[in-house]
């Protein structure tokens, strides 16, 4: 059982350019999550999903934008990319939909996005 | 204002030695919940506790302890007898039944020198 896996690992990319973040569980779970890590600022929510269907935004949503067409994967675009969205991004799910907002949630490996 | 507050950025400690991690929270709901999170060098989040705003008893798992004080909204974390492979940063984060979202607070480096 993998988890949750993230792709890529890394990626350098030019300013303006379109980028996919990309996520999958195999533990099917409801919810899904996405956050950025910055230095001095912890982990901040982007968006979230809590059934396949349905997304929210988080904290720190503009710029970014979900789609979760089955309960297993929930990408995130970057539609323009711009430096400041140079950061960590991790993705998590946990387990139930109704008890999204309380559930233990559990995180893949992250993505290290650079903005240049 | 700040849903979770770890005042420490950074602590070092030397091996054997107890360290407390602090942890405080801001929040108006009832129903709550706060969770610790390990993050070691090489980057993954893993989980290490969960406790609701109902149960205030302490916890111990090996040399791990949690000390969830409703009073001072404080949900503190002791590492006892530390080893270096506990040198990671470490997350508090708090999830209200009535909100929509994980607040994590900053974060503390711990290092542990052998």
């Known amino acids: 059982i993998a988890g949750i896996t993230q792709a890529p690992t890394s990626q350098i990319l030019a300013a303006g350019r379109r980028m996919t973040l990309r996520c999958t569980q195999d533990?099917?779970?409801?919810?899904m999550y996405w956050y950025r890590q910055d230095l001095g600022l912890g982990l901040r929510l982007i968006h979230y999903?809590?059934?396949?269907?349905?997304?929210g935004k988080g904290e720190v949503p503009d710029g970014y934008s979900v789609s979760r067409a089955n309960t297993d994967d929930f990408p995130l675009t970057l539609a323009s990319a711009v430096p400041s969205q140079t950061s960590v991004y991790f993705c998590?799910?946990?387990?139930?939909?109704?008890?999204?907002?309380?559930?233990?949630?559990?995180f893949g490996p992250g993505t290290r996005l650079t903005v240049l | 204002a700040q849903k979770v507050t770890q005042a420490q950025t950074e602590i070092s400690v030397v091996e054997k030695e107890d360290v407390t991690l602090d942890c405080v929270y801001e929040?108006?709901?009832?129903?709550?919940?706060l969770f610790w999170y390990k993050q070691p060098p090489s980057g993954e989040l893993v989980f290490l506790i969960r406790?609701?705003?109902?149960?205030?008893q302490n916890e111990i798992s090996g040399r791990y302890s949690w000390n969830f004080q409703k009073s001072t909204s404080s949900f503190n974390f002791t590492i006892t007898a530390s080893q270096v492979v506990d040198s990671a940063v470490y997350f508090c984060?708090?999830?209200?039944?009535?909100?929509?979202?994980?607040?994590f607070g900053t974060g503390t480096s711990l290092t542990v020198i052998p």
């Open positions: 929040t108006r709901d009832t129903t709550y919940y």
């Open positions: 984060a708090l999830s209200e039944r009535n909100g929509n979202q994980f607040y």
């Open positions: 999903s809590n059934t396949a269907g349905t997304t």
């Open positions: 406790r609701n705003s109902f149960d205030e």
């Open positions: 998590a799910s946990s387990a139930t939909g109704t008890g999204w907002r309380t559930d233990t949630q559990y």
């Open positions: 533990m099917r779970h409801n919810a």
